[in-house]
């Protein structure tokens, strides 16, 4: 390869066709609209304050905030779809966004925490939150969206996956 050519990752690496990753829940989708709807009408009422105090221009702030919101609603499908998990041999590898793609690699032997937690809205829709964390504080990893018996299910895996891996530390 020379200077000029751009370079690519190993073939196979990351995305292995034998391989399927676990998806988080469709009723995500409905989870993540309606927290962004309500922080969006807050946000954008906000904003139209110095148009009610009298400022004539100030409705350009509002429409903009909504309008941004508008936005953020139509990319939730597909940022949903983005997020994703793949169980390894040794490690669990999560992948989440769309524009600015982030893949973390987790070794089973390095997590210290595995946490299962869930808001009223995603309570009423039956799914939760997977939280664990190594070492790192840069590489706590969650994975929101997850059926709580699918949560459930992937815990129990993971800590006794952990519990083995750190007993040859």
């Known amino acids: 390869m020379t200077s000029t050519e751009p370079h690519s990752p190993e073939p196979g690496r990351l995305e292995r066709p034998e391989t399927e990753w676990q998806r988080v829940s469709p009723k995500y989708i409905a989870v993540d609209m309606i927290g962004t709807l309500v922080f969006g009408a807050i946000a954008t009422a906000i904003a139209f304050v110095p148009f009610w105090f009298g400022w004539a221009e100030g409705w350009i702030l509002g429409v903009g905030v909504g309008t941004l919101f508008i936005v953020t ?69 969650l994975i929101p969206g997850l059926p709580l018996a699918e949560a459930e299910s992937l815990r129990d895996h993971l800590v006794a996956v952990a519990e083995t891996r750190r007993a040859g530390l």
Request: proline fraction near 4%; hydrophobic fraction near 50%.
């Open 73 to 141: 609603l139509a990319l939730i499908p597909r940022r949903v779809r983005a997020i994703g998990y793949l169980l390894r041999d040794d490690d669990l590898l999560f992948r989440r966004g769309i524009m600015f793609q982030r893949f973390v690699a987790v070794p089973y032997g390095r997590m210290q925490l595995v946490d299962i937690s869930r808001g009223p809205v995603a309570r009423a829709f039956g799914l939760a939150e997977l939280k664990f964390v190594t070492a790192a504080a840069s590489s706590g990893v």
